[in-house]
């Protein structure tokens, strides 16, 4: 079933709604919450506030980091839904928007963290692993910078992220998807679309 037209974008950047999929607390059943993408985001911000990106969470300070831990340690966890995700390429000498995901468009499912607030808003980020040898990850972000991806979940281990309830065993599923099962290509933004003073980043 296709959810209702303008629920939320076809993209999703920091602080745009998105679905994510959840254990439900008092039962073994999932259920889908619409969501803010980005663990803090903006609007919880004070005034005055210095504001630190949280759409995305490093796997190495998770735990440690005050916007992630209490509920990495609760094992808070997610599947993003998704037929591409989207990475800044600079082979060219400036960065051009690729799109990375399973062949023929197929959907897949990103690794989650989320979070509820006061107002009963719910919130998320992407926990991020290590790429610099990744054959194909490696070639995204500024030449320089350590490379970074996301987590794309095999749909054999949903069940078992939702359901992990020790944060050292969550740790074990979050590691790169093989290059050989992944497409990219350049995929410049559509017209019209509005692109958030940040990277050329997207989900």
């Not at 050989?180 to 559509?190: F, Y």
Request: aromatic share 12%.
């Amino acid at each position: 079933m296709e959810p209702p037209p303008g629920l939320f974008p076809e993209e999703t950047w920091p602080d745009y709604a998105a679905p994510i999929v959840r254990k439900k607390t008092d039962a073994d059943a999932w259920e889908s919450v619409l969501a803010s993408f980005s663990m803090v985001p903006k609007r919880t911000i004070p005034p005055g506030t210095r504001y630190y990106p949280t759409a995305n969470a490093r796997v190495e300070t998770i735990g440690k980091l005050s916007s992630f831990a209490r509920f990495w340690k609760s094992c808070q966890l997610a599947l993003i839904p998704a037929t591409a995700f989207f990475e800044p390429n600079y082979e060219s000498g400036k960065a051009v928007r690729w799109k990375i995901g399973l062949p023929g468009g197929e959907p897949f499912a990103i690794a989650g963290l989320w979070r509820a607030w006061p107002d009963g808003g719910v919130s998320f980020t992407m926990p991020t692993v290590n790429a610099d040898h990744h054959p194909l990850m490696q070639r995204f972000h500024k030449p320089g910078d350590e490379k970074r991806s996301v987590v794309l979940l095999p749909r054999a281990e949903w069940g078992d992220w939702l359901g992990c309830s020790d944060p050292e065993q969550a740790r074990t599923f979050l590691r790169l998807y093989p290059a050989d099962l992944l497409v990219a290509e350049p995929a410049p933004l559509p017209p019209r679309t509005r692109k958030p003073a940040e990277d050329a980043e997207g989900e």
